[in-house]
């Protein structure tokens, strides 16, 4: 039992020493024909596809891929709720304070309202932006 308990006082420590900062999520973004700008938000995020934009997964955002020639793509990238990190953490506080259903229930609670607060409990979609430029006046 002490044994079981070490090793998820260890996990629980390794998870959060990762989970410090704002939380960001890397998005591959590539395009046909390549070399496109994307701009995140507004804001020039890279400067030539296929590149990576690193987004704050507290809100939506929006990208916005240009090419001289082409039509300018707007790609919707939305946050999701998803709590299932967050009552795994949770869960395993619960059971290092005290191991009783109450002290789960609690941790469990807390910890989905702080992760859901800090942006923690998100995941931004799509993950992945494959977008085919058309070539402007085409019609298509």
Do not use: N, W
Request: negative net charge.
């Amino acid at each position: 039992m002490a044994r079981t308990l070490c090793a998820l006082a260890a996990l629980a420590c390794l998870l959060t020493a990762f989970g410090c900062g704002v939380p960001k999520q890397k998005i591959p973004v590539s395009t046909d024909p390549l070399g496109a700008v994307v701009y995140a938000d507004g804001d020039r995020a890279c400067g030539s596809t296929p590149c990576s934009v690193r987004l704050d997964r507290r809100s939506d955002h929006l990208l916005t891929i240009v090419k001289e020639g082409y039509e300018q793509v707007e790609v919707v990238v939305r946050r999701e709720f998803k709590p299932d990190r967050a009552i795994r953490d949770g869960v395993i506080s619960g059971i290092i304070k005290g191991g009783d259903p109450e002290a789960v229930a609690a941790e469990t609670a807390r910890e989905v309202d702080e992760q859901e607060r800090s942006g923690e409990a998100y995941v931004l979609e799509p993950s992945i932006v494959t977008i085919r430029l058309t070539p402007k006046g085409t019609g298509i």
